[in-house]
């Protein structure tokens, strides 16, 4: 099937450079496996059921979103354990260690992409179940 999309003239630049230098025949494989690399990383919270350990990570335009993403992360209380903070310029990437309820966790990941100053959000479960207690590490 044929398609298209609307994409940076930058992003596209560095996306060609990349698949370029991994040795791939053209653009069209290399957007076919970003697209299974994208569904692969994006199934594995959808499909858990139960409780589990996670890192969510993202970037964004500290400037356009910052008081708003920090309401966000009040409400999911129950479930961050921790963040973490960089500033990188205008850009700030933070990270939040999540425990309990994979629907609350899988929520969170979703109001987080729910913000256009928000680049990307990645989802690392480290653990399906956390049927151990924090006093067990």
Known sequence: MRTSFNVPDDLVAEFDQVWQEQGLDNRSRAVREAMREYVESHTR???????????????????????????????????????????????????????????????????????????????MVIREDSTSTPSDH
Do not use: K, M, P
């Open 45 to 123: 919270l959808e499909q858990l059921d139960g409780d589990a350990v996670a890192l969510v990570a993202f970037d964004y335009r500290h400037h356009d979103v910052i008081e708003a993403l920090h309401g966000v992360q009040h409400e999911y209380q129950d479930v961050i354990l921790n963040t973490s903070h960089t500033h990188q310029g205008e850009w700030c990437l933070e990270s939040l260690f999540c425990r309990g309820a994979v629907d609350r966790i899988r929520d969170l990941s979703h109001r987080l992409r729910d913000f256009d100053g928000v680049r990307r959000v990645r989802v």
